[in-house]
Structures are given as structure tokens and as C-alpha cells.
């Protein structure tokens, strides 16, 4: 049985607060959400923190490459001021803070691993080692996705019990067998890609359908109507759990699951 909610809030609370902040975990799920979703890469000793960006500057007062500073740096850097002044002094938090706060908050995480750029292999192969040990007496596990093929297989030979998703922009020749290859659980794609024909496709390969970044109503009652499993959305307090539910109560043969969301 598929345990993750329909709706995932993007980067823990979308735009609302400061991206991949525990603050950001906070609001998200204090607007309801059950799930969200974060980038992790690790720091230049090996510690796994939560960043989008392969440099620092556009989320944080730092300068130059994420990956190319010992965590002991990166944890003095502001990742809220940029936001906005309520949240100026917003640390970066480790993946161990963020798994604590999850599996004390009852939140399940969608995990994208983001490797700092030559990274690949030693990110997915820390990250996946990381998220066994923390959420090993979890009842449910996050969800591990990338872009990353060699990200992704080093994830799924460090832990292989871990379900893993495979990130799409576009739709590569032998996807197929790049997913199967991986034993991954989910496919998920830009919205744009989901087509009647794509769904079909994928579930035949018994993937679930998962969409990122949608923040319009109209094109989530697309995606729903095509049977997909699983929103990723900036709009957190547009897709509240009882606004989100009704969207999908609306579509003939929607799939379920926003109600815990």
C-alpha cells in the first residue's frame, strides 16, 4: 500500500517562509501538510544539511560553493534573512535535524538528493546511509528521489530497502529501464510531462505518478483527473487538507489520499 499523502509541500512550506529551513517545516505543517519535500547535498566534511542551490548565495549570507565548506562554516551562516526580516537568523539544519523534528511531528519527507556537482556517487551513497540509520525504526521511510541516475544508484546499493523515485524534466529515451534498473517505486515529473498515455505507462510499470512544482488549482484538477498520486506544491496555504481533499473528492476516479495531506 502506497503510504505517502497526495499533497507534498515543496521545500517545507513553499514560498511562505524561508526554503528548506526548519521554519519553513514548521509553517508547512502548520497549514496542514503531512509531507514535504527537501534538497539535501552534503557539506565539504561529509555532513548531510539542506540546500537547493549549489552555491550559497541566493539563500544564505555566504558566498561561494555549498559543497567546498566544512559544516562548522555553514552552520553560522544566516538561511532566513534573504526571506524576510522575520526570519533573519534562520540556521541551515542537518538532515539529522530535520529527521528528528519529522519523526517527532508525525511529517513524511520526500528526500531529493541534490549533489554538489562531481558529487554524485558519495552524496546518494551518505544521504541513503543516513536516512536508513535515522529513520530505522520509522513506520513509514522517506521517499528518496533525483535527478541524479549515479546519485540514485549509489543511494540504492548503500540502502536498498529505501523506496527511491526518479526526477524527470524531460522524458529521456530508456527512462523506462533507467527506473526499472532502480527498483524505483515513483516517477516524478515536471506537471507538464503528465499525459493519459504517460500515467498509463508508467503505472504499467507499477510506478506511482508524482508532479512537481504545481501551484494552479486548474492544473492540480488535471493532474487529478488523470489519476495521478501525489502533488508537489509551493501553495501551501492554497491546497490546505480540506481544500485539497474537495479538489480530489471533485474528479471522477481521483486518487485518494489528500486527506491526510
Given amino acids: 500500500m502506497w503510504p505517502y499523502p497526495f499533497w507534498i509541500a ?61 559544516w562548522g562554516q555553514l552552520a553560522q551562516l544566516d538561511a532566513g ?14 538532515l539529522e535535524n530535520v529527521a528528528r523534528w519529522c519523526l517527532a511531528n508525525g511529517v513524511l519527507l520526500d528526500l531529493e538528493i541534490k549533489p554538489t556537482p562531481g ?19 520509522a513506520p513509514v521511510p522517506p521517499l528518496l528521489t533525483s535527478f541524479s541516475v549515479p546519485a540514485l544508484q549509489a543511494a540504492q546499493r548503500a540502502a536498498p530497502r529505501l523506496p527511491r523515485g526518479l526526477l524527470l524534466d524531460t522524458l529521456p529515451p530508456g527512462w523506462q529501464a533507467t527506473a526499472q534498473a532502480l527498483q524505483c517505486v515513483a516517477l516524478v515529473c515536471n506537471h507538464q510531462l503528465w499525459t493519459p498515455a ?22 492540480a484538477r488535471r493532474l487529478i483527473s488523470l489519476g495521478t498520486d501525489g502533488i508537489v506544491s ?3 496555504d492554497l491546497f490546505c487538507p480540506a481544500r485539497g481533499q474537495a479538489l480530489a473528492d471533485a474528479q471522477p476516479g481521483a486518487a485518494q489520499g489528500g486527506a491526510s495531506s
Avoid at 558519495?122 to 544521504?127: D, K, L, N, S
Wanted: hydrophobic share 40%; net charge negative; with cysteine.
Fill in 119 to 137: 558529487q554524485d556517487e558519495i552524496t546518494g551513497q551518505t544521504v541513503a546511509a543516513c536516512a536508513a540509520a535515522l529513520w530505522a525504526d
Fill in 234 to 236: 509551493d501553495a501551501v
Fill in 198 to 219: 504517460l500515467v498509463a505507462e508508467a503505472k504499467a510499470l507499477d510506478l506511482r505518478c508524482l508532479s512537481y512544482t504545481v501551484n494552479d488549482e486548474a492544473e
Fill in 10 to 70: 515543496h521545500r517545507g512550506a513553499g514560498k511562505l517562509a524561508p526554503e528548506n529551513t526548519l521554519a519553513a517545516f514548521r509553517l508547512g505543517a502548520a497549514h496542514g501538510w503531512r509531507m514535504a519535500e527537501c534538497d539535501v547535498k552534503l557539506s565539504q566534511d561529509g555532513v548531510p544539511f539542506l540546500m537547493h542551490d549549489a552555491t550559497l548565495e541566493r539563500t544564505t549570507s555566504g558566498h561561494g560553493a555549498a559543497g567546498e565548506r566544512p
Fill in 81 to 94: 534573512g534573504w526571506h524576510s526580516r522575520r526570519y533573519a537568523g534562520e540556521p541551515l539544519p542537518t
